[in-house]
């Protein structure tokens, strides 16, 4: 479908490089945090490897309860406006943690942890499901490698240029978070610049027409259904290979059973008596050979 008219490519394209920021604009914000987040509170706050290391414990709880409360989060908000807001969200935690009067205040950095742990999950995992729907299966696995590799990408770059905008700022944190609030605030002016795109990524897109058709119910097919039946199953059974010839095993009928039967009664008073003239079987270590020994027994065996 995309190959008509180039709208549906472009438009697919679009929603992926949409996509495709905001991922890693994410990514990158959060590894400026791990980055130099226990280095500002050292020496902002005063805290030492107890306090960082509850702090942080802390903020894996409130988003693990974040993950928790996503489901019932997309069926008020939706999708796409979810994955918006969140990004909204994760942006006013980098306001937070500027420091516009120094020195930074507690209930900033606290506030702002809590805020950052609750919409930097929700944002990553409502990417996913958005690249799921506007992406077609067919390339799915290419493109989740791309962004795969923006995200790390980010995470290569984003500790070092933090460390070092942070160190060269004289340990302030406006130049810091300032700068990647500045770049979210860029990335959500794409996202409102396009926002139809985005809007019919979140409802399916035509990459989710292209690859999964839609089934017909029984009471939604038309009266020419039956026809179209017949032929399909016809085409089925010509496209069918037909199974491999077997040969048929020989079926014995009762009565050829009882004259089995009846031989084999008749012929074991003559076998008895050819054993006590002689023995019929010798045994060996390795197997047991029948030996006839006599001519009486092999007249009553040949009977």
Same mark, same amino acid.
């Given at each position: ?241 037909? &199974? ?6 020989? /079926?014995?009928?009762? %009565?050829? +059973?009882?004259? !089995?039967?009846?031989?084999? $009664? *008749? ?11 002689? &023995? ?6 390795? /197997?047991?050979?029948? %030996?006839? +020994?006599?001519? !009486?027994?092999?007249?009553? $065996? *040949?009977?």
């Amino acid at each position: 479908r995309g190959g008509r008219g180039g709208k549906g490519r472009a438009w697919e394209w679009r929603s992926f490089g949409i996509l495709l920021c905001m991922f890693g604009t994410l990514v990158l914000v959060f590894s400026v945090y791990e980055g130099v987040g226990t280095q500002i509170s050292e020496c902002a706050l005063g805290w030492g490897v107890q306090e960082n290391g509850l702090f942080l414990g802390t903020m894996g709880v409130v988003a693990v309860l974040a993950m928790l409360c996503l489901r019932h989060l997309e069926e008020a908000l939706g999708d796409k406006e979810l994955m918006v807001a969140a990004y909204c969200t994760l942006l006013l935690s980098l306001l937070c943690f500027v420091d516009f009067d120094p020195p930074l205040r507690m209930w900033q950095w606290v506030l702002g942890g809590v805020v950052l742990a609750c919409s930097f999950p929700v944002s990553q995992a409502m990417t996913y499901v958005l690249f799921a729907r506007t992406v077609p299966r067919s390339k799915q696995g290419v493109l989740m490698g791309y962004l795969t590799s923006a995200g790390s990408l980010a995470r290569m770059i984003g500790p070092p240029l933090a460390t070092t905008t942070y160190s060269a700022s004289g340990f302030r944190t406006y130049p810091l978070f300032a700068g990647a609030g500045c770049v979210m605030s860029l990335t959500l002016g794409m996202v409102w610049l396009w926002w139809g795109s985005l809007e019919r990524a979140g409802q399916g897109g035509e990459g989710a027409v292209e690859t999964c058709q839609p089934l017909l119910r029984d009471e939604d097919k038309g009266e020419g259904s039956e026809g179209e039946e017949d032929e399909e199953e016809a085409y089925i059974e010509s496209a069918t290979p037909p &199974p491999p010839h077997r040969p048929s095993k020989p /079926r014995l009928s009762l %009565l050829d +059973s009882i004259d !089995s039967v009846e031989s084999l $009664l *008749a012929a074991l008073p003559s076998s008895y008596a050819a054993a006590r003239e002689g &023995p019929l079987l010798l045994a060996t270590p390795r /197997r047991t050979h029948s %030996l006839v +020994s006599s001519q !009486s027994g092999r007249e009553a $065996l *040949a009977s």
